[in-house]
């Protein structure tokens, strides 16, 4: 098991950041972990990462505890946090010759993580004249100097524009191959595209724990309506097993706790109210629907 999480409580004055919280990571897995802000994610990551220690319960990474054996846990874990504390002063192999020190790992290393990172071209540039990405990139590259068993990304694609996050995303892809990754993030296409498995905190508790393609309950099925004129609430309750409805514009997001086709019943419905339907679709439930849903 790279991971373990027994019971985890943190309190910060009256606050429970953490409650109570468990889960397993299995060697090989890229888990994303994602909460609204303030849910409790950065919390649980430092103390993964041997930064804060917990109130209650135990943690465990590569087998070593992260209270007892603190110096293990760092030298099995590569760390991206947040805010990603970089030297601007210094060069970027400059900055990773430092790293590489402090590790104790070859100079032979630091050529492979500046490829594997894509940070050639800026290599000899200062830290301080790199984009958000680039940026983000030596951070990546430092985490994976000593080539841990696990990597621990907090926000890592926070900030870069479209063309920066499917370079990174290609980083974190191509590491997930041999080590386990766990990584949170706000941008959930990215965890679609990267994460085998997602576990979604709300309020210090975990609310959700599956495989992507297990998260969406097939049971559930959601329609986009738009009606020739408006529609109010308590009327769209008299459609049977309609467990959420939410009007954005003109178009009603209309989800329905069933496995037939309900557009008949909305049919039916419109004929009823003498309206018409402008446009019907039905849409699949993605993770976006499945964060709103355990977080709300």
């Given at each position: 098991?790279?991971?373990?999480?027994?019971?985890?409580?943190?309190?910060?004055?009256?606050?429970?950041?953490l409650d109570d919280v468990s889960f397993t990571v299995?060697?090989?897995?890229?888990?994303?972990?994602?909460?609204?802000?303030?849910?409790?994610?950065?919390?649980?990551?430092?103390?993964?990462?041997?930064?804060l220690e917990p109130d209650g319960g135990e943690a465990?990474?590569?087998?070593?505890?992260?209270?007892?054996?603190?110096?293990?846990?760092?030298?099995?874990?590569?760390?991206?946090?947040?805010?990603?504390?970089?030297?601007?002063?210094?060069?970027?192999?400059?900055?990773?010759?430092?790293?590489?020190?402090?590790?104790?790992?070859?100079?032979?290393?630091?050529?492979?993580?500046?490829?594997?990172?894509?940070?050639?071209?800026?290599?000899?540039?200062?830290?301080?004249?790199?984009?958000?990405?680039?940026?983000?990139?030596?951070?990546?590259?430092?985490?994976?100097?000593?080539?841990?068993?696990?990597?621990?990304?907090?926000?890592?694609?926070?900030?870069?524009?479209?063309?920066?996050?499917?370079?990174?995303?290609?980083?974190?892809?191509?590491?997930?191959?041999?080590?386990?990754?766990?990584?949170?993030?706000?941008?959930?296409?990215?965890?679609?595209?990267?994460?085998?498995?997602?576990?979604?905190?709300?309020?210090?508790?975990?609310?959700?724990?599956?495989?992507?393609?297990?998260?969406?309950?097939?049971?559930?099925?959601?329609?986009?309506?738009?009606?020739?004129?408006?529609?109010?609430?308590?009327?769209?309750?008299?459609?049977?097993?309609?467990?959420?409805?939410?009007?954005?514009?003109?178009?009603?997001?209309?989800?329905?706790?069933?496995?037939?086709?309900m557009r008949p019943e909305i049919f039916d419905f419109?004929?009823?109210?003498?309206?018409?339907?402008?446009?019907?679709?039905?849409?699949?439930?993605?993770?976006?629907?499945?964060?709103?849903?355990?977080?709300?």
């Open positions: 098991m790279s991971i373990e999480v027994n019971q985890i409580s943190k309190v910060y004055g009256s606050q429970k950041a299995q060697r090989g897995e890229i888990v994303g972990f994602l909460g609204p802000n303030g849910a409790g994610k950065s919390t649980l990551m430092k103390i993964l990462t041997t930064f465990a990474v590569n087998g070593h505890d992260v209270r007892r054996e603190k110096k293990l846990v760092q030298r099995s874990v590569g760390y991206l946090p947040e805010h990603n504390p970089l030297y601007l002063d210094l060069y970027v192999k400059e900055y990773l010759e430092f790293n590489a020190g402090v590790y104790g790992v070859p100079p032979s290393r630091i050529e492979e993580v500046i490829s594997i990172t894509g940070l050639t071209p800026e290599r000899h540039k200062k830290i301080g004249q790199l984009s958000k990405g680039y940026r983000q990139r030596v951070g990546l590259a430092t985490a994976l100097l000593h080539d841990p068993e696990v990597l621990i990304l907090d926000e890592p694609t926070t900030g870069l524009d479209p063309n920066q996050l499917v370079e990174i995303r290609r980083v974190i892809r191509e590491a997930g191959r041999n080590k386990t990754v766990f990584l949170s993030t706000h941008i959930l296409q990215e965890v679609e595209a990267i994460c085998d498995r997602v576990i979604i905190i709300d309020k210090g508790k975990i609310v959700a724990d599956n495989k992507i393609d297990r998260l969406a309950d097939a049971q559930e099925q959601i329609l986009e309506v738009e009606f020739s004129a408006p529609v109010r609430a308590d009327q769209l309750s008299t459609l049977p097993m309609l467990v959420s409805h939410e009007l954005e514009g003109s178009i009603w997001t209309l989800t329905f706790a069933a496995d037939r086709d419109a004929t009823a109210q003498n309206l018409k339907i402008l446009q019907i679709v039905q849409r699949t439930k993605n993770l976006e629907h499945v964060f709103r849903e355990k977080t709300s």
